[in-house]
């Protein structure tokens, strides 16, 4: 165990099948990666959601629906405010809806197009887009960040570099300040900013998220899809030899090699590949896609514009590196017919479940009734007999308004004869939006209408100022023992 760390070997010898020895590496230190920006159709549609995404995250706590922020995750109060609706936590059932179609989602756009969610919409994959704008912004491209990061420390050199971390810790600060704004409400949290009374917990929240932005933006960026992400492990579990995939076509590129414009390389056995590596230096996570399809590949499509681009300058059709199935690849049928093949056992399985949950989801929020009762029998008295005979129950009676709206409520009951409803304000009262409130009700039933033994009764809840709002919950009378 004292043994340094150095001192431990980092290779080991492996026996190849063909009876070859081979040397594979266990541990390499990690290499800086230095993008090389590119133009084209696919980094287009990077830029577009990247801007959409951030739009959304940015903008949306700060829109008001009903004089309430549009989307508030409310953890205090437990309550949820999504777009004028309003959940509770017996609302569970819905984020196990989200969450499930979320899922079902994800594995089947997996299934049809790769890991397009991670290239282009994955926060990792979003905020490390944007640093590197900002990165490039302030260094330079790829040629000159790698000349200024290997030059001697200078005064131009501090000022680039201290210029740029300024721009990411104040970005990645505003990034956790608007995440905390989602729970705390954004407009008071940023009063409470400006006059400096923000509360530990809320600081301490800003704090670890803008370090975690400007931690994996910043410095990991690639390291967290590698190593960190399980996505990029179970992902092949997803695909098939009809996903579209980013694939180089060896039978076109091989034999790669230099040459120039305009000669004839096929005669000297060459592919269209000029092996110019320039896809190698747009990959975000520095892989070279002529080795083949690999977990680390997040599908951004990079390569695929830098290999257009360079096919434009030496005059080959485009497509040499492109979005294509193994299927299509190895000939089995024309791409022009790979639409076709989205008709197949598993992706109508997921479309199946996502149809079905997306139904019934849609269906219970179409259906869901603005108001929540909760019914507590009296565990004291289960049964007592009043004045007049008569046999009394009582309930504790807990009434939420779930809706944005002030209502007026009564309470009524039925599943027993002659049933009489006792509670203050001959059983109305008036909610404000979002409140609870506390209503303790009396049932009384003539005795010979409740024999002995528990008896199925049902307390109504309806708004005098809405007739669609009615909630019935099951409760039970005790009658004479």
């Given at each position: 165990?004292?043994?340094?760390?150095?001192d431990?070997?980092?290779?080991?010898?492996?026996?190849?099948?063909?009876?070859?020895?081979?040397?594979?590496?266990?541990?390499?230190?990690?290499?800086?990666?230095?993008?090389?920006?590119?133009?084209?159709?696919?980094?287009?549609w990077?830029?577009f959601?990247?801007?959409?995404?951030?739009l959304?995250?940015?903008?949306?706590?700060?829109?008001?629906?009903?004089?309430?922020?549009?989307?508030l995750?409310?953890?205090?109060?437990?309550?949820?405010?999504?777009?004028?609706?309003?959940?509770?936590?017996?609302?569970?059932?819905?984020?196990?809806?989200?969450?499930?179609?979320?899922?079902?989602?994800?594995?089947?756009w997996?299934?049809?197009?790769?890991r397009?969610?991670?290239?282009?919409?994955?926060?990792?994959?979003?905020?490390?887009?944007?640093?590197?704008?900002?990165?490039?912004?302030?260094e330079?491209?790829?040629?000159?960040?790698?000349?200024?990061?290997?030059?001697?420390?200078?005064?131009?050199?501090?000022?680039?570099?201290?210029?740029?971390?300024?721009?990411?810790?104040?970005?990645?600060?505003?990034?956790?300040?608007?995440?905390?704004?989602?729970?705390?409400?954004?407009?008071?949290l940023?009063?409470?900013?400006?006059?400096?009374?923000?509360?530990?917990?809320?600081?301490?929240?800003?704090?670890f998220?803008?370090?975690?932005?400007?931690?994996?933006?910043?410095?990991?960026?690639?390291?967290v899809?590698?190593?960190?992400?399980?996505?990029?492990?179970?992902?092949?579990?997803?695909?098939?030899?009809?996903?579209?995939?980013?694939?180089?076509?060896?039978?076109r590129?091989?034999?790669r090699?230099?040459?120039?414009?305009?000669?004839?390389?096929?005669?000297?056995g060459?592919?269209?590949?000029?092996?110019?590596?320039?896809?190698?230096?747009?990959?975000?996570?520095?892989?070279?896609?002529?080795?083949?399809?690999?977990?680390?590949?997040?599908?951004?499509?990079?390569?695929?514009?830098?290999?257009?681009?360079?096919?434009?300058?030496?005059?080959?059709?485009?497509g040499?590196?492109?979005?294509?199935?193994?299927?299509?690849?190895?000939?089995?049928?024309?791409?022009?017919?790979?639409?076709?093949?989205?008709?197949?056992?598993?992706?109508?399985?997921?479309?199946?479940?996502?149809s079905?949950?997306?139904?019934?989801?849609?269906?219970?929020?179409?259906?869901?009734?603005?108001?929540?009762?909760?019914?507590?029998?009296?565990?004291?008295?289960?049964?007592?007999e009043?004045?007049?005979?008569?046999?009394?129950?009582?309930y504790?009676?807990?009434?939420?308004?779930?809706?944005e709206?002030?209502?007026?409520?009564?309470?009524?009951?039925?599943?027993?004869?002659?049933?009489?409803?006792?509670?203050?304000g001959?059983?109305q009262?008036?909610?404000?939006?979002?409140?609870?409130?506390?209503?303790?009700?009396?049932?009384?039933?003539?005795?010979?209408?409740?024999?002995?033994?528990?008896?199925?009764?049902?307390l109504?809840?309806?708004?005098?100022?809405?007739?669609?709002?009615?909630?019935?919950?099951?409760?039970?009378?005790?009658?004479?023992?």
């Amino acid at each position: 165990m004292s043994q340094k760390l150095k001192d431990i070997p980092v290779n080991v010898v492996n026996v190849k099948d063909d009876g070859e020895l081979e040397e594979v590496l266990l541990y390499s230190a990690h290499k800086k990666i230095y993008p090389r920006w590119i133009n084209g159709f696919w980094n287009k549609w990077r830029i577009f959601f990247v801007l959409a995404t951030q739009l959304f995250f940015y903008c949306i706590p700060w829109i008001q629906i009903n004089g309430r922020q549009a989307l508030l995750f409310d953890l205090v109060e437990r309550k949820f405010y999504i777009f004028g609706l309003i959940f509770l936590p017996q609302d569970f059932i819905y984020l196990t809806a989200l969450l499930l179609l979320s899922a079902f989602g994800l594995f089947a756009w997996t299934t049809i197009g790769g890991r397009l969610w991670c290239g282009y919409a994955c926060p990792q994959t979003v905020y490390t887009e944007i640093f590197l704008w900002m990165e490039k912004w302030v260094e330079g491209d790829r040629a000159a960040r790698i000349k200024l990061d290997n030059g001697p420390i200078s005064a131009r050199k501090l000022r680039l570099k201290a210029t740029k971390h300024a721009l990411w810790i104040a970005f990645a600060l505003w990034t956790g300040f608007t995440f905390v704004g989602y729970f705390t409400p954004i407009h008071a949290l940023w009063a409470e900013l400006l006059a400096l009374t923000i509360t530990s917990t809320e600081a301490f929240w800003i704090l670890f998220y803008g370090f975690a932005t400007y931690g994996n933006a910043g410095w990991m960026r690639e390291q967290v899809c590698k190593y960190m992400c399980p996505y990029a492990r179970f992902q092949s579990a997803m695909f098939d030899a009809d996903t579209l995939i980013i694939s180089y076509d060896k039978e076109r590129g091989e034999n790669r090699g230099t040459r120039k414009k305009g000669i004839d390389y096929k005669s000297q056995g060459l592919g269209d590949c000029i092996d110019c590596t320039i896809c190698v230096q747009v990959c975000p996570v520095g892989i070279d896609i002529r080795d083949g399809l690999q977990y680390e590949c997040i599908g951004c499509a990079a390569c695929i514009d830098a290999c257009d681009e360079v096919m434009d300058k030496m005059q080959y059709p485009r497509g040499l590196i492109r979005y294509t199935t193994e299927n299509a690849l190895e000939h089995k049928y024309p791409e022009k017919d790979i639409h076709k093949q989205l008709l197949r056992p598993r992706v109508i399985m997921y479309a199946v479940l996502l149809s079905v949950i997306l139904a019934v989801t849609g269906y219970s929020l179409f259906h869901r009734q603005p108001v929540k009762v909760n019914i507590e029998r009296d565990r004291v008295a289960l049964v007592r007999e009043v004045e007049d005979g008569w046999l009394e129950n009582t309930y504790r009676v807990q009434i939420q308004n779930a809706s944005e709206k002030r209502h007026t409520y009564v309470i009524s009951a039925d599943g027993l004869d002659g049933m009489k409803v006792i509670a203050e304000g001959n059983g109305q009262f008036t909610l404000e939006p979002t409140a609870t409130s506390d209503v303790s009700v009396r049932l009384q039933v003539a005795p010979e209408k409740a024999k002995a033994g528990s008896h199925e009764i049902h307390l109504i809840v309806k708004s005098l100022d809405d007739a669609a709002i009615a909630v019935r919950e099951k409760a039970t009378f005790i009658g004479r023992n």
